[in-house]
């Protein structure tokens, strides 16, 4: 049964910086979910592309995997063909829970969970790359490294899926986009005060681009056909191709 998250709410926030520790690891599925406009969406574009180009004898790469939502979607698409997925993030309280949560996928081979920061992560003979909103999280200079490095162990044909919150160039449009965003979480079932305080704890730590900066970004560094799969108020897919 998923937990609820109720971290932020009355005398439960500790008013710290958020971080992926294993409170949020306990409710992540439901904060995600009650947070991210399209999430459920995105996952389901991760197998849809993933059945697309994928490539025999490849490895496919969850970048930032926090409890295995994308993995899962990339076991699915990758059924019964010659994969390996490896799925990495650095909290330790996520890969612990992933490393239960995907026992027997572990010891058949087909999935490898690695505790280590991304922006370490050497990628190979990939065909599947997914960043599933985890940029954001990263400082422009590291962003742009991880995505070279992504670039770079990418096969021919391989195809890049980035998920990620974004802001616009102009204001009214960011603040309208935002006002909404408060409004979705609201109805979900967050509290003001809940809302209020989770947006203190990501001050300074979640960090949007603009849209129009991923494409520049990406085009830069050599990806191809980069193509806006899916916008959700201020979250959008993006998939690039080598």
Known sequence: MIKKDSIYKGDN?????????E????????????SVPGYASSLRLIKIFTNKYFR?????????????????????????KEAKIIAIDNSKAMIDSCNRRYADHIKSGKV??????ITDTKISNSSIVVINFVLQFLSSAERTSLLERVYEGMIPGGRLILSE???????FRTEAMSELHHQFKAENGYTEMEISRKRDALEGVLL??????????LESIGFKKVRKVMTNLNFMTLVAGK
Request: with cysteine.
């Open 208 to 217: 949007t681009d603009l849209g129009t900066l991923h494409f520049q970004r």
């Open 56 to 80: 025999e004898n490849s490895n496919c790469y969850d970048l930032g995997c926090s409890l295995g939502a994308a993995t899962e979607r990339l076991l699915k698409a990758t059924e019964g």
């Open 23 to 34: 409170e949020v690891a306990e409710v992540f599925e439901d904060m995600i979910d009650r």
């Open 112 to 117: 490898e969970f690695i505790k280590q920061d």
């Open 165 to 171: 919150k974004i802001h616009f160039d102009s204001r």
């Open 13 to 21: 926030s500790n008013d710290l910086p958020f971080s992926f520790n």
